[in-house]
């Protein structure tokens, strides 16, 4: 066995001793160097010496968002700036870009998760990896290329859009492996369909990484259909490592998260608690394996909950649910709580529904009003309008039943909506103006 394969494999104890090393050097990195952190240390009274257990780790206070954007650029930088060899930032989702840094091992270590997490699900040397994730500042890019090469795959770094080209690359040089959006790979079977390809047998796909946006587990096996492959969800944030942080393995039942790299908490959203193992909330991470810029009890924002139970694949690394989205994407539509996520979970198990959709949110009289915009496939929408019509009330009956809320609905024919090559843009929100 490779000293790959056997981090994946060691015991729970041994795991923790080296996450306890591993945490004890990062903190007496982060207070020598970094200003912010050394400054948040003496607020608390704490040194890195009183950090004695894993246990101890939640005498140190969170570090946001917010503290990322107040100490931006070098605030957290835990190396001299001659040894940072790269910088990244993330894509924006939420406000400002937040710059992050590595150095030279750092970058290695980023790789090897990814060539890690690949080798997991079964891509191995031979395989042609087209790597639909954007190239440039977003870590998606450059972060899954270097762990793809790693691993020995031919990697074609197409990047995101220009999606006929990518069409052609993947049918000319017989692509096996793709790292995409889960919107982006609907996006491209209906342009593969448009140019009269058939995406089932026209290419030579067998595995789909999907990540960087919330999707639910019917996308996912659309996906799995539309292009008989094996999807796995991938899971990542720049300030972490990029992708590479979770990633599922063939059992496709939750995500192993790098334990050996990450220390992992779940803490009520609202108060910060702790919250047991099987309880949702939201995923505070630890970077214990980063020289230029760990970041010590990183509020992510995104909801998940660990799983109680070792996976049937035996790591060692504890798994997490699916990303249910960012505490901050939820909406609350008349005192009910709306999740964006939940709305694509109960459209993408309807039949009738096609690929894509969209939320728009407005405020009328003080109220707010959602109407979900949704494609209908070409049988349907060509149907009689009075097929439609049913279409429209089973699809507001479903999501009145599960999620309490009745929102307006507005069926649209295939490919109406406009679509982008990365992160989708689920949310029109007009009630600001
Ligand atoms: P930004 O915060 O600007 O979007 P990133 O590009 O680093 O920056 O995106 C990281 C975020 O993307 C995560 O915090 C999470 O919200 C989302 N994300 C990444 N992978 C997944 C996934 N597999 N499922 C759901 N959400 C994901
Ligand atoms: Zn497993």
Redesign the pocket.
């Known amino acids: 066995m490779n000293q790959n394969s056997n981090i994946e494999f060691i015991s729970r104890e041994s795991l923790e001793k080296l996450q306890l090393s591993r945490l004890k050097e990062t903190l007496r990195r982060v207070y020598s160097f970094s200003p912010f952190y050394k400054n948040l240390f003496k607020k608390e009274g704490l040194t890195p010496s009183k950090i004695k257990s894993l246990k101890d780790l939640p005498l140190i206070p969170f570090t946001t ?1 917010k503290d990322l954007r107040e100490n931006f650029p070098y605030g957290l930088l835990s190396i001299p700036l001659n040894d940072v060899v790269r910088l990244h930032t ?5 406000g400002k ?2 710059a992050v840094f590595f150095s030279r091992n750092d970058i290695n270590s980023s790789a090897e998760l990814i060539a890690r997490s690949m080798k997991m699900t079964g891509a191995e040397k031979g395989d042609v990896f087209q790597n639909m994730m954007g190239y440039g500042l ?3 890019g450059l972060i899954s290329h270097y762990g793809a090469e790693r691993l020995g795959l031919l990697v074609i770094p197409a990047g995101a859009g220009n999606t006929e080209r990518q069409i052609e690359l993947m049918f000319d040089f017989k692509t096996t492996v793709v790292h995409i959006t889960p919107s982006y790979a609907l996006y491209l079977a209906d342009v593969m369909e448009e140019k009269g390809f058939n995406p089932k047998k026209d290419f030579n796909l067998r595995i789909l990484y ?6 639910s587990e019917k996308t996912r096996e659309k996906i799995e259909r539309i292009f008989t492959v094996d999807a796995y ?7 972490m490592n ?2 590479g942080v ?1 990633f599922e393995c063939k059992y496709k039942e939750g ?1 192993h998260l790098w334990e050996d790299n990450f220390i992992m908490e779940i803490v009520d959203p609202s108060t910060g608690e702790p919250l047991k193992e099987g309880e949702e909330g939201e995923l505070v991470l630890t970077s214990i394996n980063k020289e230029a810029m760990p970041i010590i009890r990183y509020r ?3 909801l998940t909950y660990i799983y109680p139970e070792k996976c049937n694949c035996s790591r060692v690394h504890r798994r997490i649910s ?2 249910k ?2 505490a901050d994407d939820m909406l609350i539509i008349r005192g009910v709580n709306v999740f964006p996520s939940e709305v694509e979970r109960i459209l993408m198990d309807l039949p009738e529904v096609g690929r894509n959709y969209q939320i728009v949110l407005d405020r009328k009289k003080d109220l707010d009003k959602m109407k979900v915009r949704v494609e209908i496939k070409r049988d349907f929408f060509d149907g009689s309008l009075d097929h439609l019509k049913k279409v429209e009330i089973k699809i507001k009956a479903k999501l009145k039943d599960e999620l309490m809320v009745t929102p307006e609905i507005e069926l649209l024919e295939p490919s109406s909506l406009p679509r982008t090559t990365g ?1 989708a843009k689920r949310i029109i929100d007009k009630r600001e103006i």
């Open positions: 968002r993330s894509t924006g989702t939420t870009p937040k977003f870590t998606g999907l990540g960087a946006e919330p999707y969800n991938s899971y990542g944030l720049s300030e990029g992708p979770a995500m992510t924002g995104d699916r990303i989205g960012r992160k």
